[in-house]
């Protein structure tokens, strides 16, 4: 969804024999080979800065030790 909403890019989901996969959305005539090759890393991008929402601060030997 956080894809979509930046605009970057339009992407679909869909499953290959068992393997969930994300799909390209490729609808504008515009669209150019480096538009595709970017596409890796804004889901990379993207997916480090939801799982870094979500993931908890791990806390190191130190922080552990003074609670």
């Not at 080979?33 to 791990?58: N, T």
């Amino acid at each position: 969804m956080r894809l979509q909403k930046s605009g970057e890019a339009f992407i679909s989901n869909a499953v290959i024999g068992e393997t969930f996969v994300l799909r390209a959305c490729i609808v504008n005539f515009r669209t150019s080979l480096e538009d595709i090759e970017a596409l890796p890393g804004i889901v990379i991008r993207l997916g480090r800065e939801v799982d870094a929402a979500i993931r908890p601060v791990e806390q190191n030997d130190e922080e552990r030790n003074t609670r």
